[in-house]
C-alpha cells in the first residue's frame, strides 16, 4: 500500500496540525468531544506537498481514497453525490498548519449543477435557496478554479439588483436568481473558454487541486514571507457535508470569538448575517449584526453557541476564533482555531487566563509573539489635538495612522516601499491586496465588519485599520473619493484612528501610547525567567530615559558621531577637520570637549547604575562636511577632495581614525572620565562606564588604542572603566583570541559584520536587488533584520569560542539592529552571549524573545495561535 491521504473526521485527532492542517485538526477534535460538526474529511498536507514536488500532479490513490471517503459521506448523510433529485452538497476548504486567513481558497455548495439545482427546490421546498447556492457554485468555482475576473459577477450581481431595486443580494427573488445563474453561465464560458462543469465529481476533483495550488499564490507567497511560514508545508483539503445559513430567515451564519480580539475582555465576541452562507460575512459583501443580537434572533442556538464557545476554550486553555452555520435553527460549527488578535488583546488574555488557572505564568510568556508588542507602541492621536471627524466607520484594528491616500494596493506597496506614508482606502480588501496592506500605514474600508479579511489581516500585522465606512465613496476611474461632506483626491492626506473608527482629512498630531498594566506584568514575568540581559541603543539623555522606561538594563550602544552632527557643534567639527595640524586640531577639540562632556553627563544620569557603551567616532571625516558642490571656501573644497575616498565604509573610520588622529579618541575619553567624575559627585554613585573603539581588526590596534584609553584616563582622575571593542569584521572573528587579549567586554556589531562577511552594501543591496532576492526565494530573511545565522552567526560562534579561551569571564553582547530581532535574540542565547542591544523601542520585544529563548532551551516553546 502506498502512504494514505486521507482521513475522516472522525478518525484523525491524533494525528496533529502539521499533517490535518489547523482547520482539519479543529474538526476532527470537536468530533471527537461531541460538538455539532458536519461530517467530512481531510486531505492531508503531506498530499499537497505530494502534489507540488510531482509537478502539479494528483499522487497515486487520491482519487480512489477521495472516492472511498465520498461513499462514506454518502451512507453517513443518507445523501448521494450527484444525485438529481436530492443531492449531497459539499465544500472544499483549505486549512494550512499554521493559519493564513483568507490568503488560500474555499468553494461551497459543490455537486450542484443544471439538473439538480432543481432537485433541491423541490426537495427543501425553497426555490431561492436553490437558485442562490447554484450561483454562489459558479460564481466561487469560476473566480477560484477557471480564473474568472470576480468583478464581473459582482457588477452582474450590482446590475440586476439596480435594475430591480433591490438593496442587498437577499431582495432578490428566486426568478431574479434564476436569470442570475444565466448570466453567470455566460461569463463563465466567456473568460474560462469551456462551459460550466456539469459533473459533480469533475467539480471536486477540480476545485481540491485548485485548493492544492492556492497554497503557491502570490499572495499566500507574500503572507508567508511577511510572517515567516515556510513554503514547503502545504495546505490539507476538507471535503465537509454542506450546511446551508441561507436557507430562510430561520438560518444563518457568523464568525465568533470567545474573547474580543481588539481588547481581550472576556465573552462571545463576532458578527452574523441572516440568511447567507459564510464568505458573506469575512468578504464585507453585507454589513453583519453584533453577535449579541443573536440572543433575540435565534435565542436557542444562540445560547448552545455561548456554552460551546465556552468549552473550547477550556479544551484548548486558548481564546477560539469559531464559525458557525445555523441551518433551520440548529447550529453546526464549521471551524475552530486559535484566534488572531491584537499585541493589548494577547496580553491581557494571557494575564487573565493565567489568573483563571487555565496556563501558566511561562506558557502566558510563550503565547505573545514579540513582534506583536509593536502594535503597543503605536501612535495614537494626541488627546489634545483639535480636529473633526469626517466621518466614522467600525473600530477595527486600534493605533492611528496618517498618511495619503491610495485606492490600489500595487501603488500602496510602491509608495511605502519608498518611504512614503500611505492610508489603503478600498471599497473592501481582497486576499489579493495583502501586499499593500503590509506596506501601509493603516486601512480604510467602505464595506466589511469586524471580522472581515481587511479587519483580520490588519489586527494580525498590528495596523490600524476602519472598515464598513458608511462614509467613504470611492470613483476609481476618476481616482477620487468622498468621506463625508470632503472631496478628495488620490493622494491627499487623511488620517485614520483604528481604535475609536474615526476617519480625518488631514494630518492630525499623533503621540506615543502608554504601556499598561498587562504590559508590564508580563513582561516582569519574562524578567524573571531571562538569562540574556537586554540593553539599548540610545545616543541622548531622551533615548536613554526612554530606553530606561521600557526596561532596558543599561545602554550598549552610544554613537558618539550623533553628537558631532548638532546645529551648535557642527561648526567646531569642521574646522577640526580643516586644521593644519594636531595642534590646530587640539585647540578646536578642546572646545567640543565640553558639550561631549555635557551629553555624557545627561547619558550617565538617566542611566545611573547601568552600565553605559560608548562608542568613539566611528564614521568617515567627510561624512561632516557639506557636499563638493556647497563647500563654504576653496580650502574646504579642497579638503572634500583630500577626504574622498572609492569605498568609505571600508576606508579611513573607526579605529583607523583613531590611530590616524590620536587627539580625537583622546578628547572623547577626557569627555567621559571627566563626565563620570561629575556625575558621581553630583549623585553619590559611580557610573558604570565602557569605552569602545570601533573596527578593530587587528589585536595591535586594540593594544595601541587601549594604552592611549588608560593613559588619557589617567590623566584626569581615578575612574572605574573598562575598554573593548566592537566585532564587526571577519577578521576579528577568525583572530578573536588575539584580539581578546587587550579587551575587557566584546560587542558583536552585525550591521557591519554582515555587510563584511556578505560583501552587502546595506544601502545598496536594499535599494536594488535585495528585494528581488527575497521576492525570488534566494534569501528567505532580509539579513540585515534577521541575523544570518549560517553564515555571519557561525563567525560570531567562532569568535566566543576562540575569545572564551583567552578570557573565559569576558562579557560579550550585541548591538546591530539584530538585537530586537527575536529569532536573532534566541540565537545570542544559545550562544552565550551577556546581552543584546536594541533600540528603545525594541527593548519590550528583547526581553520577551530573551525569556522565550530559554524557556525553548528547557523545553517550553512558544505556542502557535492560529490554526
Request: charged share 25%.
Amino acid at each position: 500500500m502506498g502512504e494514505r491521504y486521507v482521513y475522516d473526521f472522525s478518525e484523525g485527532s491524533e494525528l496533529g496540525r502539521e499533517l490535518l492542517g489547523g482547520k482539519g485538526v479543529g474538526l476532527a477534535e470537536m468530533t471527537a468531544i461531541g460538538i455539532p460538526v458536519p461530517a467530512g474529511f481531510t486531505i492531508t498536507t503531506a498530499a499537497c506537498v505530494a502534489y507540488m514536488k510531482e509537478g502539479r500532479r494528483v499522487p497515486d490513490g487520491l482519487e480512489g481514497e477521495i472516492a472511498e471517503h465520498m461513499k462514506s459521506l454518502e451512507e453517513a448523510t443518507g445523501k448521494r453525490f450527484g444525485d438529481s433529485s436530492d443531492p449531497l452538497l459539499v465544500s472544499v476548504r483549505s486549512g494550512a498548519a499554521i493559519s493564513m486567513p483568507g490568503m488560500m481558497d474555499t468553494i461551497l455548495n459543490l455537486g450542484l449543477n443544471d439538473e439538480s439545482v432543481h432537485g433541491l427546490a423541490r426537495a427543501t421546498g425553497n426555490e431561492r435557496f436553490a437558485h442562490d447556492a447554484y450561483r454562489r457554485l459558479i460564481q466561487m468555482f469560476g473566480d477560484v478554479v477557471a480564473g474568472v475576473d470576480a468583478h464581473r459577477f459582482e457588477d452582474a450581481i450590482a446590475g440586476l439588483k439596480e435594475r430591480e431595486g433591490a438593496i442587498q443580494d437577499v431582495d432578490l427573488g428566486a426568478g431574479d436568481l434564476a436569470e442570475l445563474i444565466g448570466n453567470f453561465k455566460q461569463i463563465y464560458r466567456e473568460e474560462a473558454g469551456a462551459e460550466f462543469p456539469q459533473d459533480p465529481w469533475e467539480q471536486l476533483a477540480t476545485a481540491v487541486r485548485a485548493v492544492f495550488d492556492s497554497w503557491d499564490t502570490p499572495r499566500a507567497q507574500v503572507y508567508r514571507r511577511a510572517n515567516d511560514i515556510p513554503d514547503d508545508l502545504g495546505t490539507a483539503v476538507n471535503v465537509v457535508q454542506m450546511v446551508f445559513g441561507n436557507k430562510g430567515d430561520d438560518s444563518g451564519t457568523g464568525v465568533a470569538f470567545t474573547r474580543d480580539p481588539g481588547t481581550g475582555e472576556s465573552g462571545a465576541w463576532g458578527e452574523f448575517l441572516v440568511n447567507a452562507q459564510g464568505e458573506d460575512v469575512v468578504a464585507g459583501i453585507r454589513t453583519p449584526l453584533p453577535i449579541a443580537a443573536m440572543e433575540e434572533r435565534f435565542p436557542a442556538a444562540h445560547q448552545e453557541l455561548v456554552a460551546t464557545m465556552r468549552r473550547l476554550e477550556e479544551h484548548y486553555r486558548e481564546m477560539q476564533d469559531i464559525e458557525f452555520t445555523i441551518e433551520d435553527g440548529r447550529l453546526y460549527l464549521l471551524q475552530t482555531r486559535g484566534g488572531k488578535r491584537t499585541a493589548q488583546s494577547a496580553l491581557r488574555i494571557a494575564v487573565d487566563m493565567v489568573d483563571e488557572g487555565l496556563i501558566s505564568k511561562e506558557e502566558a510568556i510563550g503565547r505573545i509573539d514579540p513582534k506583536q508588542l509593536d502594535q503597543l507602541l503605536h501612535p495614537m492621536i494626541d488627546p489634545n489635538a483639535d480636529y473633526e471627524v469626517a466621518a466614522k466607520g467600525l473600530n477595527a484594528s486600534p493605533g492611528a495612522a496618517t498618511g495619503k491616500v491610495v485606492l490600489d494596493a500595487d501603488l500602496a506597496e510602491d509608495e511605502g516601499r519608498r518611504g512614503k506614508d500611505v492610508i489603503l482606502v478600498r471599497w473592501e480588501t481582497t486576499p489579493d491586496d495583502i501586499h499593500g496592506l503590509l506596506e501601509a500605514r493603516g486601512v480604510l474600508t467602505a464595506q466589511g465588519g469586524m471580522t472581515s479579511h481587511a479587519a483580520v489581516v490588519a489586527r494580525g500585522m498590528g495596523k490600524p485599520c476602519v472598515a464598513g465606512c458608511e462614509g467613504l465613496t470611492i470613483d476609481l476611474e476618476k481616482r477620487r473619493l468622498k468621506i463625508g461632506d470632503a472631496e478628495l483626491a488620490e493622494g491627499d492626506v487623511i488620517t485614520i484612528d483604528g481604535g475609536t473608527g474615526e476617519v480625518i482629512v488631514g494630518a492630525v498630531n499623533l503621540v506615543a501610547p502608554q504601556i499598561n498594566e498587562d504590559f508590564e506584568l508580563l513582561l516582569g514575568w519574562a524578567d524573571e525567567i531571562r538569562r540574556l540581559r537586554v540593553r539599548a541603543n540610545a545616543d541622548t539623555p531622551a533615548d536613554a530615559a526612554k530606553a530606561r522606561e521600557f526596561g532596558a538594563q543599561g545602554i550598549g550602544l552610544c554613537r558618539t558621531e550623533h553628537m558631532f552632527m548638532a546645529e551648535d557643534r557642527l561648526p567646531l567639527v569642521r574646522a577640526m577637520i580643516m586644521a593644519s595640524g594636531a595642534d590646530e586640531r587640539r585647540e578646536t577639540l578642546a572646545q567640543l570637549l565640553p558639550h561631549q562632556q555635557e551629553d555624557f553627563e545627561g547619558i550617565f544620569e538617566a542611566m545611573a547604575g547601568l552600565p553605559v557603551t560608548i562608542r568613539l567616532l566611528d564614521p568617515p571625516l567627510h561624512e561632516f562636511l557639506p557636499p563638493l558642490e556647497e563647500a563654504e571656501s576653496p580650502e574646504m573644497a579642497r579638503r572634500i577632495r583630500a577626504l574622498r575616498e572609492a569605498n568609505p565604509m571600508l576606508g579611513t573610520r573607526g579605529c583607523r581614525l583613531g590611530l590616524l588622529f590620536p587627539e580625537i579618541y583622546e578628547m572623547q575619553v577626557r569627555a567621559i572620565v571627566r563626565a563620570a567624575i561629575a556625575v558621581e559627585q553630583k549623585t553619590g554613585e559611580a557610573p558604570l562606564v565602557e569605552i569602545m573603539h570601533p573596527l578593530v581588526g587587528f589585536a595591535e590596534e586594540l593594544r595601541r588604542l587601549r594604552e592611549l584609553t588608560v593613559r588619557t584616563a589617567a590623566e584626569e582622575g581615578d575612574v572605574a572603566y573598562q575598554c573593548g571593542t566592537m566585532i564587526e569584521l571577519p577578521r576579528a572573528c577568525v583572530r578573536a583570541d588575539e584580539i581578546a587579549e587587550y579587551a575587557d567586554f566584546f560587542s558583536f556589531g552585525t550591521n557591519d559584520l554582515t555587510q563584511t562577511t556578505l560583501g552587502f552594501s546595506r544601502d545598496d543591496a536594499e535599494g536594488k536587488f535585495l528585494t528581488h532576492y527575497l521576492d525570488d526565494g534566494i534569501l528567505r530573511h532580509n539579513p540585515f533584520e534577521t541575523l544570518d545565522q549560517s553564515g555571519v552567526g557561525e563567525l560570531m560562534e567562532l569568535a566566543v569560542e576562540r575569545a572564551r579561551t583567552v578570557k573565559p569571564e569576558l562579557k560579550m553582547g550585541i548591538c546591530g539592529e539584530h538585537g530586537g530581532d527575536p529569532s536573532s535574540v534566541a540565537f545570542c542565547h544559545r550562544l552565550g552571549l551577556d546581552y543584546v542591544s536594541c533600540s528603545p523601542y525594541r527593548v519590550p520585544l528583547a526581553r520577551l524573545a530573551a525569556a522565550q529563548a530559554t524557556l525553548a532551551e528547557s523545553g517550553i516553546g512558544a505556542v502557535q495561535v492560529g490554526g
